[in-house]
């Protein structure tokens, strides 16, 4: 729990110790990101507004070493801030004031999600697109042979469309595979995701290569040629 408003980061963290979660708090941007380094959390619930580094920062580098899930908390609501918040890595947002409960029950909704998604057998773990190669039981994605570092969610988003490759997904669908069927706000949440893994991908919108664009419903995975 990383807020410096050390009252609100008290309270929220005997909400999540009620709720099972064994909690750290920091008050401070830069010690937040030395936390991560050494006790790899699962879960990191981040304020925007922070002393040193503010939350944008952090969550830019605790995702170049850590595919924690991590919830952004902000006392401003503009669009603009929940766009840049989400594309440095951020898997929700809420903006305050907010129910600690509410944040426990995404929280909740969060460790729920099923890793890998549906049954998959050794045989039907490894999916092969183009040059594009999904491990769904190791969690791993190869580009020519080459790593590619996704967050849990651009993987589960990623594992979930190359499972039914044919299939055109509507964004509540992805949302209710990927963040679960209780996870409440906005769908274009998952344009967000989509986009970086996109980018991450060298996938570009217009030609779909391996994330295709379906106009009116949603995305289906490309064919990787």
């Known amino acids: 729990m990383v807020e410096d408003e050390t009252e609100l980061a008290a309270l929220v ?33 981040l304020d925007l507004g922070l002393p040193s580094l503010d939350g944008v920062e952090v969550c830019r580098q605790i995702r170049t070493f850590s595919d924690a899930y991590v919830v952004m908390l902000t006392a401003r609501s503009d669009e603009i801030d929940t766009l840049v918040g989400l594309s440095v890595g951020a898997d929700d947002y809420m903006t305050k004031p907010f129910s600690p409960r ?45 790593p590619v570092a996704l967050t849990r969610t651009e993987f589960d988003l ?28 906005d769908e274009h949440l998952v344009d967000v995701h989509i986009g970086h893994l996109r980018t991450k991908l060298g996938d570009e919108a217009n030609v779909g290569r391996f994330v295709r664009t379906v106009r009116g419903v949603g995305y289906r995975m490309g064919t990787g040629q």
């Open 158 to 185: 990623l594992a979930r469309l190359s499972e039914r490759p044919r299939m055109a997904f509507s964004r509540q669908q992805l949302i209710e595979a990927v963040w679960g069927p209780s996870w409440v706000g």
């Open 102 to 146: 509410e944040l426990v029950a995404r929280a909740q909704a969060m460790f729920r999600r099923p890793r890998p998604l549906g049954h998959t057998s050794d045989h039907d773990a490894g999916r092969s697109f183009g040059p594009l190669r999904i491990d769904t039981l190791a969690r791993d994605v190869w580009l020519d042979g080459e």
């Open 13 to 45: 963290g005997s909400y999540l110790e009620r709720a099972g979660f064994a909690v750290m708090l920091s008050y401070d941007g830069l010690q937040a990101v030395a936390l991560a380094r050494e006790v790899d959390p699962d879960l990191v619930v």
